[in-house]
């Protein structure tokens, strides 16, 4: 923006203002009053350009003249985001969860290893307090995932696994599936402590990770969580099975004692 100012007493004169800003917002300071004004910028008025920190960056050009200068200001904003408190202090074996699928992957794919979800809300006062000694627990036992789950953005899914209190913990190991759950806050850390100290041993599973149960599976495909197709579960497939084996002998039975009353009928005939 190019805008012509009258010449001030001080003969070092900085002129800035907003890209966006009219002419009539533009103002003039000199040396003596940009100090009290803008006392963090670091300031040195011989044609360099000043800088403003913590993401907020301001460049100015300096101009001396007799009577009257032309002054060409650009400034620039740029505002981060503050990290939220359940963004703090991860580890890198803690893990976001977006979807039921992206859940039901990261379980599977935990091999042999310790998976913790922990359930959370950002507005969970319980949550917030608990959140750095989880990452301090996470940060002491490496081998171990912790899978975080936004109880607020996965409300759908976490009803269906029967979350209906916060923070809610949940472990698992391989093909043991689910190992424990409960609930706990800064004053019961101990029993977090407890249920690590008892399942974080490694191990070695026999057979692929379980992860969630079959019904809860079933109960997320079924309100479209899911968008796998799930093949039958084995405890559905033996009740089956069972069924069919059970149905095989009684009907064995009904037709033996068919048999011996069609010969005992053929009996009675004859001796008529």
Known sequence: MNETFPSSKDKSVVGFCSSRAPPSQVRVLTSKSISKILPAFSIHFKGQSLAVSDHKSLTLWHVKAPNKF????????????????????????????????ELVDALRNGGDRLVILDFYSPGCGGCKSLHPKICQLAELNPNAIFLKVNYEELKTMCHSLHIHVLPFFKFYRGSEGHLCSFSCTNATIKKFKDALAKHGTDRCSLGPAKGLDESELLKLASINELSINLPLPSAVGEEVEDLVMQSSIDLSGILSKAGENKTALQGEGALL
């Open 70 to 101: 032309s002054i060409n200001a650009q400034a620039s904003i740029c505002v981060s985001r503050a990290m939220r408190w359940w963004e703090k202090t991860l580890k890198p074996n803690m893990i976001e969860i977006q979807s039921a699928q």
